[in-house]
Structures are given as structure tokens and as C-alpha cells.
């Protein structure tokens, strides 16, 4: 009778660690359709660098579960022409992007082997900023709103792991349109970004 396979070792991932990561995101605005001939989305992307630090404590049928804060900074500023039924508005320029991005959130994960697979959610936070020809000032306003991600920790060895997590953020909305243009009463703008990072930690 053939001898059973050996069980794959499972790694232990409680405790704290600590780590940076590093990729690149898409942000997205939707600009509201009563100031614009129609509602439209503008886009911007760019790279994100940031740091990560957190606890998790691993059960004994292998859940995990856990809390992370991370720090991060975008460089994804993009520019567009406004088309607009109101003349004041119409061949304008505007520029925007966000600058930092903060986040606490739980997690929930399996340990099978090397990997962690998990899921996590939270509070994130983020600063926009832009600017607009007509008036010819910057504006910036904070957003908070919620998170949420997928991911793979790997275990090289006791004290180092890789990381490849991909998340979603709504940041809800933000009266820039108003900032920007300095009429009162219109529609705001609604921001999300979605972002794909890798990375590098160590637990101890």
C-alpha cells in the first residue's frame, strides 16, 4: 500500500508585521449631467507607493483575521477640456487627481501552505486636489469613505512575505464642481479609484 502524501506544512501568521508595497491605480470622477451636456466619467491613473503595518491572529482551523493601517501616495493628476451648454463653462480646463491615501481595515483570510488568502474592508480616506483655468485658483478637499480588497500574502520564510492585493474605494462625493467654477447649487461629483499593488512585509 502506497504511503500517504506528506500534509503541507501551513504557516502561522500571528503576530505583527510591517511592509511597503507599490503599483498603480485608476481614479475615476462622475461629473454631474446638469452642468455638463451629458454625465460623463473622467479618468485618471498613476502609481502609488505607500506602507502598510498590522496585526493578525491566526485560529486554530486556520482562519485569520486581522486589522492594517497603510499610507500611500498617488501620482495620478489628469487634465480635460469642459464641454458644457453654459458658455462660462465650455473650452475650460480642469485638472484634478488625488495626492495621499490613508486606510484602517479588517481582515479575514485562510492559511493553506505558504499562502494567506484573504479578504479585507474599512475606512479609507484621500485628498483631492486640481485646479480650474476659469477662475485660475486650486482647490483641494479631503473624502472619507469605505474600502474594500482581495488578497495573497506568501510566506518566503518565517519573518518575510510577498503581497499582491487588488481593492476598490469610494470616497462618496465632493462639491469640486462648485469649488472649481465658484457657482453655487450644482450636482457634485462622485469619486472611486480601484488600484493593483505588490509588495513586501516582515513579521515578527
Same mark, same amino acid.
Given at each position: 500500500?502506497?504511503?500517504?502524501?506528506?500534509?503541507? %506544512?501551513?504557516?502561522? =501568521?500571528?503576530?505583527?508585521?510591517?511592509?511597503?508595497?507599490?503599483?498603480?491605480? =485608476? +481614479?475615476?470622477?462622475?461629473?454631474?449631467?446638469?452642468?455638463?451636456?451629458?454625465?460623463?466619467?473622467?479618468? %485618471?491613473?498613476?502609481?502609488?507607493?505607500?506602507?502598510?503595518?498590522?496585526?493578525?491572529?491566526? +485560529?486554530?482551523?486556520?482562519?485569520?483575521?486581522?486589522?492594517?493601517? %497603510?499610507?500611500s501616495y498617488n501620482w495620478n493628476d489628469n487634465d480635460y477640456v469642459v464641454s458644457s451648454p453654459l458658455p462660462i463653462l465650455?473650452?475650460?480646463?480642469?485638472?484634478?487627481?488625488?495626492? =495621499?491615501?490613508?486606510?484602517?481595515?479588517?481582515?479575514?483570510?485562510?492559511?493553506?501552505?505558504?499562502? +494567506?488568502?484573504?479578504?479585507?474592508?474599512?475606512f479609507v480616506s484621500t485628498r483631492l486636489e486640481g485646479s480650474f483655468s476659469l477662475t485660475g485658483q486650486d482647490y483641494d478637499d479631503v473624502l472619507n469613505g469605505w474600502t474594500a480588497g482581495l488578497g495573497v500574502d506568501y510566506a518566503f520564510n518565517e519573518h518575510v512575505f510577498g503581497r499582491l492585493k487588488a481593492s476598490y474605494s469610494d470616497y462618496g462625493k465632493t462639491d469640486l464642481v462648485t469649488q472649481a467654477t465658484g457657482l453655487p447649487g450644482l450636482d457634485d461629483t462622485k469619486l472611486s479609484q480601484a488600484s493593483i499593488t505588490a509588495g513586501i512585509g516582515f513579521k515578527f
Open positions: 500500500m502506497p504511503a500517504a502524501p506528506p500534509s503541507l %506544512a501551513v504557516v502561522d =501568521w500571528s503576530g505583527f508585521y510591517f511592509g511597503a508595497e507599490g503599483g498603480y491605480g =485608476w +481614479l475615476a470622477g462622475e461629473i454631474p449631467e446638469t452642468v455638463f451636456t451629458a454625465g460623463k466619467t473622467e479618468a %485618471a491613473s498613476g502609481g502609488t507607493a505607500g506602507v502598510f503595518v498590522g496585526y493578525d491572529h491566526q +485560529l486554530d482551523n486556520r482562519m485569520v483575521i486581522g486589522i492594517e493601517g %497603510a499610507y465650455n473650452g475650460q480646463s480642469v485638472t484634478f487627481g488625488t495626492e =495621499w491615501r490613508a486606510s484602517v481595515e479588517g481582515r479575514l483570510g485562510y492559511a493553506w501552505g505558504k499562502a +494567506l488568502v484573504y479578504a479585507s474592508g474599512g
